[in-house]
């Protein structure tokens, strides 16, 4: 037989097949009616560009909807819907292959092309597409799995396209049965059907059951169609458009800012009306499989707060509301202070959006950057933190004391006795104040609330400050001129109150010409780097532990002989998932004991919080249900004899999270600069080129306020 030959008729025993176009007219209009409403919806949310920069969200969609790159990270879940996802995609290449060639005269459907895809290659998948099929059904009804949310929708929705798929294999077994297709081995599922209903069955009446099935497949395929779009298999849709619209920006760009000049406008969100279109296109796009709840600290210690129900409440309430949300009263309902009353309020004191609920969460990310689909549950959660904040002046006392304290004294930490000078009694500590030529300053050092006011972070900054002075760079604090960044206001929902505070910071900070900037705290350096740019504060920002790794790699520090000490490195959420870092820290530690570092099994960009973002640091927490503990037993797991870090938040949780352990061998817990400190060797400090200017310097013990 010459391959060159290769074929098959296409509409074989399938009597009046014309048909075939009629009913696939109204499967159209009515799967297109069912994406048209979510749409639609979609479509009431307030403005947002998401068009920008095609070139990098076509690569996003290639990735991450065609490849499937952040759904294969999770290997068991993932390869059971990859083998779902690539059947569904060959099975309906084939399907078009198919048109092009009796519709439109390609003539492809011969050869090898016909033997190896058409055939082999279709038959294989269409044979895994069956065994994750049959896979996910025995998961859903034995109930494996806490993640997935079980309703009798997705279980039709695997029965029905199990149907598809066997009813398909059977209608090929059986044409090459009845034909003796010549290339029927070529497609083994359905040679081997053939095979075994041959010596079952005469050739007539496989022929007759041949067209009725023929018929009820048919009937199959297009009811699923035309169903689909109205059940979350919508999500093929859905998904990658919002894959395609991300925020391609990172997650320290997330937050919108709020408009304060707006009339009749509250502050925040109580009002699905209010939010953008992209996010309402995210409650559709949701697929469900929880891997958002999995990675979320606040869960997995035991509390109310579940990202992905969140989404799913909020994608009911629309939809529920869907007529109101289309057909919105001509002119809003007002308060008795002016405000618009919520047109489809969100916040469910007994739900997934309850305040209980969102005062939990840590603003970590790690629900963003678990979400195969790119959902954004974070930003929502503090747009409702906004409203129950500025608007109702409900939030915890802990958080509120917090916030009373940055708006009296400009720092979060209530009853403090240090001032932001302490830390340095004994240091020559230049202070920008003093410096005659402010020019001369290579760097200012942003010491940071905690750095400068919580006690145990005194250490950290002392040795950084010896640390930068070894290395000969001319740096120079604000001293007490130095006030919060606001992030504990952003991340509470007081955007008023941060947007006063960076103001007042990015004027000071132009008063004296700074460019350069570096901090030991990542909360500080997500805001000045990525959110101050928003109120024209223009800076370069880096991390404590890359600037420390680029002296050494300069060789301007040169740690001492290896440490015999084990390391493990948590990863601070601010540091690495909202701003990329994790290879430089790793770099510092591995100069010190090269080798002696171990990791976690949540690290990098998958690991866990220690429980103090989001203000979260600020409120008392039932002893069981701490996120730092949960993160401490983490990190004592390794065996490692140092827990290295690089937040000040992160020391004081995960200190208290050791102690919590009561663990027989307690793991120390430093941050990098004071291992690097430690490991410097003593030798004269680093002769820089260039000198160093002349400055005034605090005298010991003086500037209290």
């Given amino acids: 037989m010459n391959p060159a030959e290769a074929t098959r008729e296409i509409f074989w025993n399938a009597s009046h097949h014309w048909l075939m176009y009629v009913l696939f007219v109204p499967t159209l209009v009515i799967a297109c009616y069912g994406l048209y409403r979510r749409i639609r919806l979609w479509r009431c949310g307030r403005p947002a560009m998401r068009w920008d920069r095609p070139t990098k969200r076509l690569g996003l969609l ?11 990270r999770e290997i068991p879940s993932g390869s059971l819907h990859f083998l779902i996802y690539s059947g569904f995609v060959v099975l309906t290449v084939a399907t078009l292959v198919v048109m092009a060639d009796y519709d439109f005269g390609a003539d492809i459907m011969r050869g090898r092309f016909y033997l190896y895809f058409q055939s082999l290659t279709v038959d294989l998948f269409g044979g895994l597409l069956i065994v994750g099929l049959a896979v996910n059904w025995l998961r859903r009804s034995l109930k494996t799995s806490e993640r997935l949310v079980y309703t009798h929708e997705a279980v039709w929705i695997l029965i029905a396209v199990l149907a598809i798929a066997v009813t398909g294999f059977l209608v090929e077994g059986w044409r090459i049965a009845v034909t003796h297709d010549p290339w029927g081995k070529w497609s083994p599922i359905g040679f081997a059907i ?14 007759a059951a041949h067209e009725i099935l023929w018929w009820l497949h048919l009937l199959l395929v297009f009811g699923f169609l035309a169903w689909a779009p109205y059940t979350k298999l919508a999500h093929v849709v859905t998904s990658p458009l919002n894959i395609l619209t991300a925020n391609l920006d990172g997650y ?7 408009d304060f000049e707006a009339k009749n406008e509250t502050f925040g969100i ?6 953008t279109w992209k996010d309402l296109l995210d409650l559709d796009a949701c697929t469900e499989c929880g891997r958002c709840t999995a990675v979320c600290p606040a869960h997995t210690a035991g509390k109310a707060l579940s990202p992905r129900d969140i989404i799913l409440d909020l994608r009911q309430v629309m939809h529920a509301n869907a007529r109101l949300l289309l057909s919105p009263p001509a002119a809003p309902e007002l308060t008795a202070d002016g405000a618009a009353k919520p047109l489809i309020p969100i916040i469910n004191a007994n739900g997934a959006v309850s305040p209980d609920a969102l005062w939990t969460c840590t603003t970590c990310a790690a629900c963003m950057e678990a979400c195969p689909v790119y959902i954004e549950q974070l930003p929502k959660i503090v747009d409702v933190r906004r409203y129950l904040t500025m608007e109702e002046g409900q939030l915890p006392d802990g958080m509120a004391a917090a916030l009373d304290s940055l708006e009296r004294r400009g720092h979060p930490f209530p009853g403090v006795k240090f001032s932001r000078l302490d830390w340095a009694d004994g240091l020559d500590v230049p202070i920008m104040s003093n410096v005659k030529d402010a020019a001369s300053i290579e760097i200012l050092l942003w010491v940071g609330c905690a750095g400068a006011l919580l006690e145990r972070s005194h250490s950290v900054v002392r040795s950084l400050a010896q640390l930068l002075t070894r290395a000969g760079v001319r740096y120079a604090i604000l001293g007490s001129e130095e006030r919060c960044t606001g992030d504990p206001a952003r991340r509470a929902g007081n955007e008023f109150l941060f947007k006063k505070l960076a103001e007042k910071n990015i004027a000071l900070l132009n008063k004296y010409g700074v460019k350069n900037i570096v901090t030991p705290c990542p909360h500080c350096l997500n805001t000045l780097r990525n959110e101050y740019p928003m109120l024209n504060g223009m800076f370069h920002v880096e991390h404590h532990s890359v600037f420390l790794e680029r002296l050494i790699a300069e060789g301007r520090l040169k740690p001492a002989a290896q440490s015999g000490e084990t390391m493990t490195f948590h990863d601070p959420c601010y540091l690495g998932r909202y701003n990329g870092v994790y290879d430089e820290p790793r770099q510092v530690l591995n100069a010190l004991g090269k080798g002696n570092v171990i990791e976690t099994a949540r690290n990098r960009a998958n690991s866990f919080c220690c429980g103090g973002g989001g203000g979260m640091s600020f409120v008392e927490e039932p002893g069981d249900k701490r996120v730092n503990r949960q993160r401490a037993a983490q990190l004592n797991e390794t065996g490692a004899e140092v827990a290295a870090v690089a937040c000040p938040f992160c020391m004081t949780m995960l200190e208290d999270g050791v102690r919590g352990l009561g663990s027989e061998r307690p793991m120390v817990v430093k941050d990098i600069a004071e291992l690097l400190w430690q490991s410097v060797e003593t030798e004269p400090p680093f002769d820089s080129a260039q000198g160093r200017e002349p400055v005034e310097r605090r005298p010991k013990g003086s500037g209290r306020s």
């Fill in 194 to 207: 053939a095979r075994l209903s041959i010596s079952v069955w005469d050739e007539a009446s496989l022929r």
């Fill in 252 to 258: 320290g760009h997330s937050l919108k800012p709020v």
């Fill in 62 to 72: 290639f990735r991450h909807a065609v490849l499937q790159g952040r759904t294969l």
């Fill in 270 to 275: 109580n009002d699905l009306a209010r939010f």
